[in-house]
């Protein structure tokens, strides 16, 4: 059982170069999420997608696109990288995205891709 | 507005000696909370959570955490250390929907040998 896996694990960019980063759950999850890990800030989510066909911003959107290709697959978009966007990547699934107070499905994380933008 | 403050950035403890992550939430609802756990170059992964069924819960590889609401903390433990581990842990709150999950700064914690 592969979870949540994410391709590449590593990237190097010049900047002003695009990338996407590839993401797959076999877990029949409804939600995928895409978030950013720096040093000393926790993870900050990026944009998320509540179920297939939707979209929606997360804390920290620019500079980032999204596709929902089907229900398996979440992609992240870099269309012209900066420096600023060197972190690791992570990509994540739940069950739901569960807006009630009383629960919250947990996530499930890929391993990450550690990209360099020099 | 939600906030989660882990208070130890570094936590070091011997093997066989217990652990004690510390970990306070402000929330104004009450709030699920879960800790997770990083391993080196890998995901994040579910160590246990709270939903409100019981203040003390307990997750896998020995950990548990007790909700205080009084104290507004959720601290991690275990009895004993294990060199396994070692590893960045990390507190999330989640209100309302987990597009809107807070996650603290994370403690990594090492085990002496």
Redesign the interface.
């Known amino acids: 059982n592969a979870g ?1 896996t994410q391709t590449p694990k590593f990237q190097v960019l010049k900047t002003g170069q695009s990338m996407t980063l590839q993401c797959a759950q076999d877990m029949n999850h409804n ?1 995928m ?1 895409w978030y950013r890990q720096d040093p ?6 990026i944009y ?1 997608s ?1 179920s297939e066909g939707t979209t ?1 911003k ?1 804390e920290v959107p620019n500079g980032y696109n999204v596709s929902r290709l089907n229900k398996r697959e979440f992609s992240l978009r870099l269309e012209s990288a900066a420096p600023s966007q060197t972190s690791v990547y ?1 990509c ?1 699934s ?1 069950e739901e ?16 891709t550690r990209l360099t933008v020099t | 507005a939600q906030s989660v403050t882990q208070l130890d ?1 570094h936590v070091s403890v011997s093997e066989g000696t217990p652990v004690l992550l510390r970990c306070n939430y402000s929330s104004s ?4 909370l ?1 800790w ?1 756990v990083q391993h080196p ?6 160590l246990l ?1 709270y ?2 069924a019981a203040t003390l819960v307990k997750g896998i590889n020995g950990f548990e955490a007790e909700f205080k609401k009084s104290e507004t903390s959720f601290h991690l433990t275990k009895p004993s250390a294990h060199m396994s581990d070692a590893a960045e842990y ?1 507190c999330v709150a ?6 809107k ?1 807070t ?4 403690t990594r914690l090492t085990i002496i040998p």
Do not use: C, I, W
């Not at chain 1, 995205?97 to 990450?112: E, I, Q, V």
């Not at chain 2, 609802?29 to 699920?32: G, I, N, V």
């Not at chain 2, 996650?103 to 994370?106: I, K, N, R, V």
């Open positions: 949540v939600s999420y000393g800030m926790g993870l900050r989510l998320y509540a929606d997360g992570f994540a739940s995205l569960d807006r009630s107070s009383s629960y919250n499905s947990p996530l499930h994380f890929g391993n990450g | 950035s609802y009450s709030p699920s879960f997770y170059n890998k995901g994040l992964q579910l959570k939903t409100s990390f989640a209100n309302f929907g987990n597009e999950l996650f603290g700064t994370g």
